[in-house]
């Protein structure tokens, strides 16, 4: 049930792309981040027990950062952690549990980072479950919804706080990143099922994927919004990492991808986890992005979502909904 949002399906076209750096397709996310020295910063990042989230913690701690790394499984976690101090032992980098599809365990988690004392400047919400059957969180939500975009929202909403004053006392940027898909484009109709979310008669697992994927970015959208208009120096983004079937997706799922998502996505392009990490990287650290929010990237460029994910209304109603169910 554990991390990355890879299993998503790359636009063969890419003529939307805005070509904003030099970067592309076949990045690394140590080439995207060559030369950049961290020091001093610190970030949250969701999900680090395989695939991407693994190479975005390992790379982020390669360039300095302090990496706190939120996973389900604390063996699991202590082993990547110590897996990176081998790779790069002068890193620095924690373990905290958290449960994404557990409004609980995000309170406990955020509570617990709150009361550190620690800085927070990047926070990147990688965590994800990918076409799982029919199931209700400990929250009563559906399982996708809660784990993809639900726990990362309230998580969000609880650590704020914590990255307007360390944005306030250190004069860096804040930035907040939220790993989505070109998935979204396949989700429901309506785009978000407000009123049956939690409805099994309604649900389609590939579909319930595409809606939590849309969710991010939605989330990522009105983010930016509130922080401007807050006057805070914290950027939201979203970003489409690149096809890499790593164990977010059992093999019979994979296998059972429907044809019309992918004539709705394109012809399927892997990745490897270096390239699929490198616009979380990119997104997180490079300085081109310094300024850029409210956006949604693939292959280290901004490009443009459907027209879902860039309408402001249901942004706004996606919002005000989720603000209710963390309550």
Same mark, same amino acid.
């Given at each position: 049930?554990?991390?990355?949002?890879?299993?998503?399906?790359?636009?063969?076209?890419?003529?939307?792309?805005? +070509?904003?750096?030099?970067? *592309?397709?076949?990045?690394?996310? $140590?080439?995207?981040?060559?030369?950049?020295?961290?020091?001093?910063?610190?970030?949250?990042?969701?999900?680090?027990?395989?695939?991407?989230?693994? $190479?975005?913690?390992?790379?982020?701690?390669?360039?300095?950062?302090?990496?706190?790394?939120?996973?389900?499984?604390?063996?699991?976690?202590?082993?990547?952690?110590?897996?990176?101090?081998?790779?790069?032992?002068?890193?620095?980098?924690?373990?905290?549990?958290?449960?994404?599809?557990?409004?609980?365990?995000?309170?406990?988690?955020? *509570?617990?980072?709150?009361?550190?004392?620690?800085?927070?400047?990047?926070?990147?919400?990688?965590?994800?479950?990918?076409?799982?059957?029919?199931?209700?969180?400990?929250?009563?939500?559906?399982?996708?919804?809660?784990?993809?975009?639900?726990?990362?929202?309230?998580?969000?909403?609880?650590?704020?706080?914590?990255?307007?004053?360390?944005?306030?006392?250190?004069?860096?940027?804040?930035?907040? %990143?939220?790993?989505?898909?070109?998935?979204?484009?396949?989700?429901?109709? $309506?785009?978000?099922?407000?009123?049956?979310?939690?409805?099994?008669?309604?649900?389609?697992?590939?579909?319930?994927?595409?809606?939590?994927?849309?969710?991010?970015?939605?989330?990522?959208?009105?983010?930016?919004?509130?922080?401007?208009?807050?006057?805070?120096?914290?950027?939201?983004?979203?970003?489409?990492?690149?096809?890499?079937?790593?164990?977010?997706? *059992?093999?019979?799922?994979?296998?059972?991808?429907?044809?019309?998502?992918?004539?709705?996505?394109?012809?399927?392009?892997?990745?490897?986890?270096?390239?699929?990490?490198?616009?979380? +990287?990119?997104?997180?650290?490079?300085?081109?992005?310094?300024?850029?929010?409210?956006?949604?990237? +693939?292959?280290?460029?901004?490009?443009?979502?459907?027209?879902?994910?860039?309408?402001?209304?249901?942004?706004?109603?996606?919002?005000?909904?989720?603000?209710?169910? %963390?309550?």
């Amino acid at each position: 049930m554990e991390t990355q949002h890879n299993t998503n399906v790359n636009i063969k076209n890419q003529s939307s792309i805005m +070509c904003s750096s030099e970067f *592309s397709f076949s990045s690394t996310a $140590e080439e995207v981040t060559h030369g950049i020295d961290a020091t001093g910063l610190t970030a949250i990042v969701t999900g680090t027990t395989n695939g991407i989230g693994i $190479e975005t913690a390992r790379v982020l701690a390669l360039r300095g950062v302090h990496v706190i790394m939120g996973v389900r499984n604390l063996v699991a976690g202590q082993n990547v952690r110590e897996a990176i101090l081998k790779d790069i032992p002068i890193a620095k980098v924690d373990v905290m549990e958290l449960d994404l599809s557990s409004m609980a365990s995000v309170r406990k988690f955020a *509570s617990n980072f709150n009361s550190s004392n620690l800085p927070l400047n990047i926070l990147i919400n990688n965590a994800g479950i990918c076409a799982t059957p029919f199931t209700l969180s400990k929250d009563n939500i559906e399982l996708q919804f809660a784990t993809n975009y639900l726990g990362h929202f309230l998580l969000t909403n609880l650590l704020l706080d914590t990255m307007k004053k360390t944005t306030s006392e250190s004069k860096k940027e804040g930035r907040i %990143i939220n790993v989505s898909s070109d998935g979204h484009q396949y989700t429901y109709p $309506e785009g978000i099922l407000f009123g049956k979310i939690n409805d099994e008669s309604s649900y389609h697992r590939w579909k319930a994927y595409g809606q939590s994927k849309l969710a991010n970015i939605l989330h990522s959208n009105e983010l930016a919004r509130y922080l401007k208009e807050d006057g805070v120096d914290i950027t939201a983004n979203s970003l489409h990492p690149g096809a890499i079937f790593t164990n977010i997706v *059992s093999p019979e799922v994979g296998q059972t991808i429907p044809k019309d998502l992918l004539n709705v996505l394109g012809e399927i392009v892997i990745k490897s986890v270096q390239q699929g990490a490198a616009t979380t +990287c990119y997104v997180a650290l490079n300085s081109q992005v310094k300024g850029i929010s409210g956006k949604y990237f +693939c292959d280290s460029n901004v490009a443009e979502p459907n027209s879902q994910g860039t309408n402001t209304d249901l942004a706004k109603k996606l919002w005000d909904f989720s603000i209710k169910l %963390i309550e």
